[in-house]
């Protein structure tokens, strides 16, 4: 039997793409289509998916908070998310949401049907930048104490960057990356980026 699958996705080009791709596929079929979560959230305890394929910026409600009221409803489905964001708050907010993958726009055909593949026995299908930056994530601790700027300029002293380099990368003056420097230098109680380097070096 088919596996059941809803696409939510305001794109129609693409809503179609993925559509064809996924009914190509003789374990999946595409019980409906939607280009907001508010129709599927509506309609999710007739359509039963075993699956949703969602975007994440959707007119009205977004794709992270659709899932999470769909999981409510219909805890057993599996939520891979779509999208063309690929920042690590976007990754964790869907994550924490209860999606199990999460797909950039431009993947081919077979990577789509794959990650459904995947998600069906247990896994959770991810593009490789993203899981990239997922590994990252765990690699490199994040200090509460920190801003997120704060935090951005600790992981780039901890790799040893000059303050150039780092302003370069943050499309900052130095003169703000030293003062952020100094910050840090004050909330850690480190007194050098040697101090930094032992304490977080990756």
């Known amino acids: 039997m088919s596996l ?3 696409i939510i996705e305001d794109h129609l080009t693409l809503l179609n ?3 064809e791709i ?3 596929e003789q ?3 595409v019980v409906a289509a939607y280009t907001n979560c508010e129709d599927a959230i509506k ?3 007739n359509d039963l998916p075993d699956f949703i394929l969602v975007d ?3 007119p009205g409600m977004n794709g992270i908070e659709g899932i999470k009221c769909m999981k409510n409803l219909h805890p057993s489905v599996h939520a891979i998310v779509i999208t063309v964001h690929e920042d690590s708050k976007h ?3 869907a994550l924490c949401a209860g999606a199990v993958g999460y797909l950039t726009k431009n993947i081919d055909p077979k990577e789509l049907v794959n990650a459904l593949q995947q998600a069906r026995y247990g896994g959770a299908p991810m593009s490789s930048r993203i899981a990239r930056k997922v590994v990252e994530s765990f690699r490199f601790p994040k200090e509460k104490t920190l801003s997120n700027r704060e935090n951005n300029v600790l992981e780039l002293l901890a790799k040893g960057k000059s303050y150039a380099a780092i302003a370069e990368e943050l499309h900052l003056s130095i003169n703000t990356i030293k003062t952020h420097t100094r910050n840090i230098y004050e909330k850690l109680q480190v007194n050098n980026k040697k101090e ?3 304490k977080y070096g990756l």
């Open 56 to 58: 994440v910026q959707l």
């Open 27 to 29: 374990d999946f079929n």
């Open 22 to 24: 996924v009914n190509a």
């Open 43 to 45: 309609n999710v305890l």
């Open 17 to 19: 793409s993925f559509k």
């Open 4 to 6: 059941r699958v809803v």
């Open 196 to 198: 930094i380097i032992q």
């Open 91 to 93: 990754i964790f907010d």
